[in-house]
């Protein structure tokens, strides 16, 4: 009961910050019946990949936001999820990971066919990237000695670790408040990583060797606190710091959001994360296209699409 108590907690993240930007207005809207509990929003080959946590699949829209496919479900068999946290679309595969069962399923983008079942040897893995053919997990850990990102390389049959990094901030005891503070999200590019943790203005870089490169700060004070709501039966994180980053046509974006709600994205640029968009809306996931901003809203669980100049 411990273990799915924490599982359910670890799915999704709300962001505080205190930043300008060039601000965005939402344009347009998709509004499709199809979607009940939106956490995630990936674009890829002109197709937005969503994972819903209210039935725990993968659906995929074209732009007009009709539904083209949706794979997976809730439950513990192969192609299935219990508790799906993250997901990455690389090589038309999609690799979803699943929290509680500790594994990773794969489909095909194309149709969204089951291809196999990835167990890993990983407790609470949270979020997942993928590079020139590395995959890299990191995980929720608060016991002393333990690493937070773990990368491996596929095989035939299995996934091979080829390496552990990141040593977590060990804890006394079970408190959610601090457990938090050795969660982050993930992204990779170029033989680079990079981790920022939800609840701190810390963003590490590293080799894809594991290697720290470089630490980089964001203008906003880091959360102590945790707010935990429910929403269509889901415990989900009402206070963090850094939301979602993506690494989109070689350039590193990051998602945070202030007090008031609104959200802004950083851009990793001249050695430093700079502010480059602000969006009054409250942005969970997004991603970036060459003239558009696609992001998840919280409360109605609307894809927004903002025009960028």
């Known amino acids: ?45 002109g197709l937005i990949y969503i994972l819903d946590k209210g039935d725990e699949s993968i659906k995929v ?25 993250d997901f990455f679309v690389d090589n038309g595969r ?36 993928i590079d020139n053919g590395k995959i890299f997990v990191s995980s929720i850990s608060f016991l002393k000695g333990q690493k937070i990102i773990t990368s491996l390389v596929e095989e035939a049959e299995n996934f091979k670790i080829e390496n552990s990094f990141l040593e977590c901030i060990p804890l006394e005891g079970i408190e959610l408040n601090k457990i938090y503070k050795n969660a982050g999200v993930l992204t990779a590019n170029k033989g680079k990583l990079y981790f920022a943790y939800i609840l701190s203005n810390k963003i590490l870089e590293f080799s894809d060797e594991g290697k720290l490169l470089k630490e980089y700060f964001i203008p906003i004070k880091s ?23 993506r690494a989109k046509r070689n350039k590193i974006f990051l998602l945070s959001r202030n ?49 960028v100049n």
């Open 223 to 245: 959360i102590e606190k945790l707010e935990i709501g429910i929403k269509n039966n889901q415990m989900l994180l009402k206070s963090a710091l850094n939301y979602d980053i």
């Open 94 to 129: 999609v690799y979803v990971l699943d929290t509680c069962k500790s594994k990773i399923e794969i489909f095909l983008t194309q149709n969204g066919s089951h291809i196999s079942t990835r167990n890993l040897k990983i407790s609470n893995p949270f979020k997942i990237a």
């Open 259 to 307: 007090e008031k709600g609104e959200s802004f994205i950083f851009e990793l640029k001249n050695g430093k994360f700079q502010e480059k968009f602000k969006i009054r809306d409250k942005i969970i996931s997004f991603d970036i296209t060459d003239n558009e901003i696609l992001g998840i809203e919280e409360e109605k669980g609307e894809v927004l699409i903002y025009k």
């Open 1 to 45: 009961m411990k273990r799915n108590y924490f599982c359910m907690l670890f799915l999704l993240i709300f962001v505080y910050g205190n930043i300008s930007g060039e601000e965005l207005i939402a344009r347009s809207q998709f509004k499709s019946r199809n979607l009940l509990l939106p956490i995630k929003i990936v674009v890829s080959n």
């Open 61 to 85: 829209f074209n732009i007009q936001g009709e539904l083209m496919v949706s794979f997976g479900k809730k439950g513990e068999a192969p192609g299935e999820f219990y508790c799906a946290a």
